[in-house]
T-cell receptor, first 115, second 115 residues
């Protein structure tokens, strides 16, 4: 099975500062990768997903960007954080096509507070 | 575009009783996967059960089972013999198995199991 490493676990950043959250995947190759944001007590909002190196699809126009420089690395960035960027960020990986084992694996999440 | 709807923001059940969480989805695709994920207060995402759309038989995992109605685009989760540890947020999710690998979640149902 896959293991998703996501860091840092918690982050407090001032408004206007840059952001870089990293997610790496072990145990598979060429996965589909996702970044989600979750507000407290709410659902998972899909921010970006990627089906391969350099391929990024954006779901919500906003202050964030994503990159996939390597097959198993997915990075979420911002040049200048806003208060509204606060939330819980989850990285996920899924490899479809392997029917018996298709499932999404998640990182532990990053709790971002912009102050 | 694919959408996932969970119409019950909150539900409660007595310990040892049975509860059903509803989920409907909208897609024009024929090859896809459906999931139920559990998110306890730790916020770790835990796979509860999965269903491949081409399989007519409803998936079961111990106390958890689904009622998959493909024509009605319905995918409900039944939890039997509810336990206190089942208290969590439950998310229904959809993933297309073709070229569009977008993994979409519903807004979640907060389930509370009462002693």
């Amino acid at each position: 099975s896959q293991t998703i490493h996501q860091w840092p676990a918690t982050l407090v950043q001032p408004v206007g500062s840059p952001l870089s959250l990293e997610c790496t995947v072990e145990g598979t190759s060429n996965p589909n990768l996702y970044w989600y944001r979750q507000a407290a007590g709410r659902g998972l909002q899909l921010l970006f997903y990627s089906v391969g190196i350099g391929q990024i699809s954006s779901e919500v126009p906003q202050n964030l960007s994503a990159s996939r420089p390597q097959d198993r690395q997915f990075i979420l960035s911002s040049k200048k954080l806003l208060l509204s960027d606060s939330g819980f960020y989850l990285c996920a990986s899924i490899k479809t096509g392997e029917d018996l084992n298709t499932e999404a694996f998640f990182g532990q999440g990053t709790r971002l507070t912009v102050v | 575009a694919q959408t996932v709807t969970q119409s019950q923001p909150e539900m409660s059940v007595q310990e040892a009783e049975t509860v059903t969480l509803s989920c409907t989805y909208d897609t024009s695709e024929n090859n896809y996967y459906l999931f139920w994920y559990k998110q306890p207060p730790s916020r770790q995402m835990i796979l509860v059960i999965r269903q491949e759309a081409y399989k007519q038989q409803n998936a079961t995992e111990n106390r958890f089972s689904v009622n998959f109605q493909k024509a009605a685009k319905s995918f409900s989760l039944k939890i039997s013999d509810s336990q206190l540890g089942d208290t969590a947020m439950y998310f229904c999710a959809f993933c297309y198995g073709g070229s569009n690998y977008k993994l979409t979640f519903g807004k979640g149902t907060l389930l509370t199991v009462n002693p």
